[in-house]
């Protein structure tokens, strides 16, 4: 019913910048909180930024002044900024929405939707 589908991951150098961005599609009546989440190998996944509706913001103390999170409500997408990336930055970053949707009797309910997830390598 609702596909996320990011973009923007690669490799890039240490002190390097990426700009990732997730794109939500579907059967969307409104979108409350979106963010995007990290999960390096042999570790647990865990928030690195995230974003409500009316814009307030909430950051990881790892990547608080470097990253920047930002969103478009009328394109239903929302974008990370990564500036001064560092090797512990490497991870599969996964995008993360909080989605309302209209069930077919009319009854509007939230769900959780995750994307596939982006490969960022920083790595000289």
């Known amino acids: 019913q609702v596909q996320l589908v990011e973009s923007g991951g690669g490799l890039v150098q240490p002190g390097g910048s990426l700009r990732l961005s997730c794109a939500a599609s579907?059967?969307?009546?409104?979108?409350?909180?979106m963010g995007w989440y990290r999960q390096a190998p042999g570790k647990q996944r865990e928030l690195v930024a995230d974003?409500?509706?009316?814009?307030?913001?909430n950051y990881a103390d790892s990547v608080k002044g470097r990253f920047t999170i930002a969103r478009d409500i009328a394109k239903n997408t929302v974008y990370l900024q990564m500036n001064s990336l560092k090797p512990e930055d490497t991870a599969v970053h996964y995008c993360?929405?909080?989605?309302?949707?209209?069930?077919?009797?009319?009854?509007?309910?939230?769900?959780?939707?995750w994307g596939q997830g982006t490969q960022v390598t920083v790595s000289s």
């Open positions: 579907g059967s969307i009546f409104s979108i409350t909180t």
């Open positions: 974003i409500t509706s009316v814009g307030n913001t």
């Open positions: 993360n929405a909080d989605v309302q949707i209209r069930l077919s009797d009319g009854t509007i309910v939230l769900r959780n939707y």
